[in-house]
């Protein structure tokens, strides 16, 4: 189905954008998705999928809140998404333990940890000794642990064809190659000139263009600059079960899926859009694997690959209104897009279905 007049253009149909079409879609609203490339294709396609707010936002405040809640929405987005598409997800609460390298770093770790209990958040504390019972692959000189029972990881591509599927079961258009150039917002909606020099007016436009958003120019407003930072990935085919969390420990991570396929990352890196895979930096990250979890990982990595986490220079996404206008942001999500998809669509959700008199 071809809504003729949207109420709501998405530009962008990564993770954030296309959770957010379907939110809008159940609440009955027309909903028009462009995307430059291939929806999902791109960070929402890269990323490890680790679900872990606490060890992300180390400050208390609004977006640790804001991530803690999206957390606690992520069993009930699943099931609610692979009900609206028949698509299975790869989802698991297996809780992650963040490891110290050693014994200084072990107290800060606890310290944190007995703040962020008084937040509410929960975590168990490991001293090195109880390491080898959790996890049997440790590094022997792993320094103790802090475990959160109520992370996860799921894998963002199984999110993405199962929003495509219910996208599609809901009569939303999806426009892949379809990049949105220009948006002239005015008193009654927004008029979108579209790449391939086509104008769609519609009532509200969303911006979740990730790295590439404020490359959308709006006439009257300045964006604020969405950058990538690069991470280069690996991946191994490991059987399922041989490794019961997910780990990490400084800027080291390993994810294992159900399956056994098991992720490390990460690099991070100010390199523009370019995504070559660089063979240095993936043997640093499977060493740094390596030395967290000597006994799990084989001598070299199945697969590598690159992605850009969507940036700007806050500390936190833009999820708002640009101005008094009918357009919204919701981009920067940097390293958490996956952790904060189903939060950031409930918010807008919210907001646009109010604007629209619709909730
Ligand atoms: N979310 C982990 C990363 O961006 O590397």
């Known amino acids: 189905m ?26 009955g609203c027309r909903v028009l998705v462009c995307d430059a490339g291939k929806p999902g294709g791109e960070a929402s396609w890269a990323g490890a999928g680790m679900l872990a707010p606490a060890s992300e936002y180390e400050k208390p405040g609004e977006w640790l809140d804001f991530a803690l809640h999206s957390l606690a929405l992520y069993r009930e987005f699943v099931r609610r998404l692979e ?12 809780g992650s333990l ?6 200084k770093e072990f107290s800060l770790l606890r310290d944190r940890a007995i703040r962020q209990r008084q937040s509410g958040i929960e975590t168990q504390i490991f001293p090195p000794a109880e390491l080898p019972g959790r996890v049997p692959r440790l590094a022997p000189s792993a320094g103790g642990a802090v475990f959160y029972p109520n992370d996860g990881q799921v894998d963002p591509r199984t999110v993405s064809e199962a929003l495509r599927a219910a996208l599609s079961r809901r009569g939303v258009e999806l426009r892949k190659q379809t990049r949105v150039a220009n948006l ?18 519609t009532t509200m436009a969303v911006i979740c263009a990730g ?5 959308i120019a709006v006439a009257g407003y300045s964006l604020v600059e969405a950058f990538p930072v690069k991470g280069h990935l690996v991946g191994y085919r490991l059987p399922p079960g041989t490794l019961p969390h997910v780990i990490r420990c400084g800027r080291t991570y390993i994810v294992q899926r159900t399956t056994g396929y098991t992720i490390a990352g990460s690099s991070e890196e100010r390199a523009g859009f370019d995504r070559n895979v660089d ?20 001598a ?15 500390p936190h996404p833009l ?33 646009l279905t109010a604007s629209l008199g619709m909730d």
Do not use: M
């Not at 149909?13 to 609440?27: D, P, T, V, Y």
């Not at 070299?300 to 806050?314: C, E, I, M, V, Y």
């Open 319 to 351: 999820i708002e209104q640009l101005g008094e206008s009918p357009v919204w942001l919701a981009y920067g999500h940097y390293r958490n897009g996956i952790l904060l998809a189903p939060a950031t669509a409930e918010r807008l959700t919210k907001v």
């Open 2 to 27: 071809r809504p003729s007049q949207p109420d709501i253009l998405i530009a962008g149909a990564g993770i954030i954008g296309a959770s957010l079409a379907w939110q809008l879609a159940r609440k």
């Open 98 to 103: 963040e490891i110290a390298s050693g014994e």
């Open 184 to 201: 002239y917002p005015h008193a009654s909606g927004v008029d979108v000139r579209l790449g391939n020099g086509e104008t769609v007016s």
């Open 279 to 298: 063979a240095g930096i993936v043997s640093e990250i499977h060493e740094a694997a390596v030395r967290l979890a000597p006994g799990l990982l084989p």
């Open 300 to 314: 070299r990595p199945d697969d590598a690959w690159t992605g850009f986490r969507p940036a700007t220079a806050l």
């Open 211 to 215: 790295a590439w958003s404020s490359q």
């Open 83 to 94: 009900e609206d598409s028949g698509v299975g997800i790869e989802f698991s609460q297996c």
